[in-house]
């Protein structure tokens, strides 16, 4: 097996054996463990012996100090003082199961805690139920998987395509994010970092949100050791699927990475690194996903902590939760001080929603806001569509910073490459389409060259912002005592409930009674002076009835008056303005409307300019003015195709009218 796919290929040969026992979506609870289990397996097999012999030694000890010391026998992070290995598994097949159990308890506590997390001694007892324990064990044995003959990066290639053909209906980013989008990732994240591509020796961290299989770490410090070999990059990451986050703590493992900077756990709801920031930060987190399992936690800590927490600039509605990981990154970046002048730097691909969802007001739109006014988006790049295994949608990669560039200051810069791919010679899910390494450096070209063209677009902050303006016309009401208006008066809660009570008995029936006959004295008030008389002015007609009622003796309270009020008009545009307490003019709620004014426009000039000559009497209602953000990237990037003129869609249909002619004569004979 000399390349990737025979690899692959071999392994899923092994699922197979599964058939029928196990269901295709239950593979991966067999083949990961197993592959993990398998990857210990080659690298502890050189020291094997050794470490034996140095256990019986010191078997007496606590485990944690004697797992120090056959750690550094085994010359690895973990070691294993089990008798068996895969070859001697084998050598008795009667008592595979219980013995597999004793090679997996024989693991040092870090690594024997990783395959807890896959709970697969299930597994094993389902594969010894059904006879398949010692096939599989020995299929596994047969494929060598130690690092000098499958990297490390290409251990995790291989891990992630499994988990992609375990998961094809996972959710969009859930688990995969193609090596080629991370490549590109990692090449804006160092983009302008001159230190850790040159300097000798320089130790930065790394921290993945959303870890995965830990691919993002992986290509980022696979690309950072092309560039500068005695560089450092720490790795941290958190991840919330058992399985994805044990297989990403045995790849630290087996690099000799420390195993504690991997955490498991939801990460909205329990930061695992609560008190650590970090020079880079990159992630790929789900995108519509619902973050309800974390909801009480998010909510009380941005109530209780405000910009003291994570969340403070908003909270995104509870359908998708892209921008609560964006803001929990943002609060792990490292601050600007004397000892660390160039901040942090950040890298995460999310869909479109995040640049538009939600308006002025928002909690999406107040996280854009927060974002965009302490200038902290560099800029977004388009990608194109069917990149990912799992969904075609479009998808775009943020790049933040907390100390700009002096050329970005109060910048923002947009970068189209949705027309940088290729079509990939066989599709793999809704992956259709793949970035070379071409495609890569041109999109890096243009985002590094900071010059406007046909694909590249460059903002101040202020365009994307907006005041969202409320504006107002007043209320005009006619009035009229006729029997059609006087039955509306039924349809008004005020009036209908005087014959209800919430009370009970004697004392229910007596309020029922006395409002039933209110109703009637109203009714019989206005009968009396029912006309055709059309009032246009509330007030006049308001005072008449207030005498009306006054003179027949009835008491009307202020929402009783309302709702006669509301059951006698009807809206006209020839009617005097209704006026409040105040004398000011009465808004009409279904006449009123919004604009969207740029923040870089004076609103009221804006106002004269664009409303006041439709709607004179309008007015701004300055207490409901808002600020709002959005970033409308393909409108920016819109460019209008002509439509085909008449004639030449006419010549059209003529043609295929007579190619449709021609066929049925052949037809017809």
Same mark, same amino acid.
């Given at each position: 097996?000399?390349?990737?796919?025979?690899?692959?290929?071999?392994?899923?040969?092994?699922?197979?054996?599964?058939?029928?026992?196990?269901?295709?979506?239950?593979?991966?609870?067999?083949?990961?463990?197993?592959?993990?289990?398998?990857?210990?397996?080659?690298?502890?097999?050189?020291?094997?012996?050794?470490?034996?012999?140095?256990? !019986?030694?010191?078997?007496?000890?606590?485990?944690?100090?004697?797992?120090?010391?056959?750690?550094?026998?085994?010359?690895?992070?973990?070691?294993?003082?089990?008798?068996?290995?895969?070859?001697?598994?084998?050598?008795?097949? &009667?008592?595979?199961?219980?013995?597999?159990?004793?090679?997996?308890?024989?693991?040092?506590?870090?690594?024997?805690?990783?395959?807890?997390?896959?709970?697969?001694?299930?597994?094993?007892?389902?594969? !010894?139920? $059904?006879?398949?324990?010692?096939?599989?064990?020995?299929?596994?044995?047969?494929?060598?998987?130690?690092?000098?003959?499958?990297?490390?990066?290409?251990?995790?290639?291989?891990?992630?395509?499994?988990?992609?053909?375990?998961? !094809?209906?996972?959710?969009?980013?859930?688990?995969?994010?193609?090596?080629?989008?991370?490549?590109?990732?990692?090449?804006?994240?160092?983009?302008?970092?001159?230190?850790?591509?040159?300097?000798?020796?320089?130790?930065? @961290?790394?921290?993945?949100?959303?870890?995965?299989?830990?691919?993002?770490?992986?290509?980022?410090?696979?690309?950072?050791?092309?560039?500068?070999?005695?560089?450092?990059?720490?790795?941290?990451?958190?991840?919330? $699927?058992?399985?994805?986050?044990?297989?990403?703590?045995?790849?630290?493992?087996?690099?000799?990475?420390?195993?504690?900077?991997?955490?498991?756990?939801?990460?909205?709801?329990?930061?695992?690194?609560?008190?650590?920031?970090?020079?880079?930060?990159?992630?790929?987190?789900?995108?519509?996903?619902?973050?309800?399992?974390?909801?009480?936690?998010?909510?009380?800590?941005?109530?209780?902590?405000?910009?003291?927490?994570?969340?403070?600039?908003?909270?995104?509605?509870?359908?998708?939760?892209?921008?609560?990981?964006?803001?929990?990154?943002?609060?792990?970046?490292?601050?600007?001080?004397?000892?660390?002048?160039?901040?942090?730097?950040?890298?995460?691909?999310?869909?479109?929603?995040?640049?538009? @969802?939600?308006?002025?007001?928002?909690?999406?739109?107040?996280?854009?806001?927060?974002?965009?006014?302490?200038?902290?988006?560099?800029?977004?790049?388009?990608?194109?569509?069917?990149?990912?295994?799992? @969904?075609?949608?479009?998808?775009?990669?943020?790049?933040?910073?907390? $100390?700009?560039?002096?050329?970005?200051?109060?910048?923002?810069?947009?970068?189209?490459?949705?027309?940088?791919?290729?079509?990939?010679?066989?599709?793999?899910? $809704?992956?259709?389409?793949?970035?070379?390494?071409?495609?890569?450096?041109?999109?890096?070209?243009?985002?590094?060259?900071?010059?406007?063209?046909?694909?590249?677009?460059?903002?101040?902050?202020?365009?994307?912002?907006?005041?969202?303006?409320?504006?107002?016309?007043?209320?005009?009401?006619?009035?009229?005592?006729?029997?059609?208006?006087?039955?509306?008066?039924?349809?008004?809660?005020?009036?209908?409930?005087?014959?209800?009570?919430?009370?009970?008995?004697?004392?229910?029936?007596?309020?029922?009674?006395?409002?039933?006959?209110?109703?009637?004295?109203?009714?019989?008030?206005?009968?009396?002076?029912?006309? &055709?008389?059309?009032?246009?002015?509330?007030?006049?007609?308001?005072?008449?009835?207030?005498?009306?009622?006054?003179?027949?003796?009835?008491?009307?309270?202020?929402?009783?008056?309302?709702?006669?009020?509301?059951?006698?008009?009807?809206?006209?545009?020839?009617?005097?303005?209704?006026?409040?307490?105040?004398?000011?003019?009465?808004? &009409?709620?279904?006449?009123?409307?919004?604009?969207?004014?740029?923040?870089?426009?004076?609103?009221?000039?804006?106002?004269?300019?664009?409303?006041?000559?439709?709607?004179?009497?309008?007015?701004?209602?300055?207490?409901?003015?808002?600020?709002?953000?959005?970033?409308?990237? @393909?409108?920016?990037?819109?460019?209008?195709?002509?439509?085909?003129?008449?004639?030449?869609?006419?010549?059209?249909?003529?043609?295929?009218?007579?190619?449709?002619?021609?066929?049925?004569?052949?037809?017809?004979?």
């Amino acid at each position: 097996m000399l390349n990737f796919q025979e690899k692959v290929s071999f392994i899923w040969s092994i699922a197979e054996i599964l058939r029928g026992p196990f269901k295709p979506d239950d593979y991966g609870k067999v083949v990961l463990p197993m592959a993990v289990l398998r990857r210990f397996d080659c690298v502890l097999e050189e020291t094997k012996d050794a470490v034996l012999q140095k256990y !019986e030694q010191f078997k007496n000890l606590p485990e944690e100090s004697r797992d120090e010391i056959l750690n550094r026998e085994a010359k690895q992070k973990f070691s294993n003082i089990s008798k068996y290995d895969f070859s001697k598994l084998l050598s008795d097949a &009667d008592n595979i199961a219980d013995n597999l159990r004793d090679y997996i308890n024989g693991f040092s506590k870090t690594a024997r805690d990783i395959i807890e997390y896959f709970d697969f001694d299930k597994q094993i007892e389902k594969m !010894e139920r $059904n006879d398949l324990l010692y096939l599989v064990v020995k299929r596994f044995s047969e494929i060598d998987l130690h690092p000098e003959v499958v990297s490390n990066v290409e251990m995790g290639y291989l891990f992630e395509e499994l988990i992609r053909r375990f998961s !094809e209906h996972a959710e969009a980013g859930d688990h995969y994010t193609p090596r080629e989008v991370v490549r590109l990732m990692v090449n804006l994240l160092f983009l302008e970092d001159e230190d850790i591509l040159t300097k000798s020796g320089i130790t930065q @961290t790394l921290y993945d949100s959303c870890a995965g299989t830990g691919g993002m770490g992986s290509v980022a410090q696979e690309y950072l050791k092309e560039l500068n070999p005695t560089a450092e990059l720490e790795f941290f990451a958190q991840e919330i $699927n058992e399985e994805s986050y044990a297989i990403c703590k045995a790849d630290i493992l087996i690099k000799g990475e420390e195993a504690r900077n991997i955490r498991f756990g939801n990460t909205l709801s329990n930061d695992a690194f609560s008190d650590m920031k970090f020079d880079y930060l990159i992630t790929n987190p789900p995108y519509g996903v619902e973050w309800k399992p974390a909801e009480k936690a998010v909510k009380e800590e941005y109530e209780n902590l405000g910009f003291n927490g994570r969340f403070g600039a908003g909270l995104p509605r509870i359908s998708d939760g892209q921008l609560l990981f964006l803001q929990h990154l943002v609060s792990k970046m490292k601050p600007v001080t004397k000892d660390n002048p160039k901040g942090s730097r950040l890298a995460i691909i999310m869909n479109g929603s995040p640049l538009f @969802t939600g308006d002025a007001g928002s909690g999406e739109s107040e996280i854009r806001r927060y974002l965009i006014e302490n200038d902290l988006v560099e800029g977004i790049v388009a990608m194109p569509n069917d990149l990912f295994y799992n @969904t075609g949608i479009s998808t775009y990669i943020w790049i933040l910073i907390n $100390n700009k560039n002096p050329l970005r200051k109060g910048k923002i810069q947009l970068v189209n490459a949705v027309h940088l791919y290729q079509k990939m010679k066989k599709s793999m899910g $809704n992956k259709r389409n793949e970035l070379s390494e071409e495609h890569i450096h041109e999109i890096v070209r243009m985002y590094g060259d900071l010059k406007e063209g046909e694909h590249v677009k460059i903002f101040d902050n202020e365009d994307f912002g907006y005041h969202k303006i409320t504006v107002e016309r007043p209320l005009r009401l006619n009035f009229k005592i006729d029997e059609e208006r006087i039955n509306r008066l039924y349809d008004q809660t005020a009036f209908d409930n005087l014959s209800k009570s919430r009370k009970k008995g004697e004392a229910g029936l007596k309020e029922i009674e006395l409002g039933e006959q209110q109703q009637r004295n109203i009714l019989e008030a206005l009968l009396s002076i029912k006309s &055709d008389v059309l009032y246009k002015n509330r007030e006049e007609f308001t005072k008449m009835l207030k005498k009306l009622f006054k003179e027949k003796n009835i008491a009307i309270s202020s929402p009783l008056l309302k709702a006669i009020l509301n059951a006698l008009s009807e809206k006209d545009e020839t009617a005097d303005i209704c006026k409040d307490s105040k004398g000011n003019p009465e808004p &009409d709620t279904d006449l009123r409307d919004t604009e969207n004014v740029p923040l870089k426009e004076d609103i009221h000039e804006y106002f004269e300019r664009e409303v006041k000559p439709h709607v004179p009497d309008a007015w701004i209602d300055e207490s409901k003015t808002k600020v709002g953000y959005e970033i409308p990237f @393909t409108r920016h990037f819109y460019q209008y195709t002509a439509l085909r003129s008449s004639e030449v869609i006419k010549e059209e249909i003529k043609a295929l009218e007579e190619s449709i002619l021609e066929k049925l004569k052949k037809v017809m004979g």
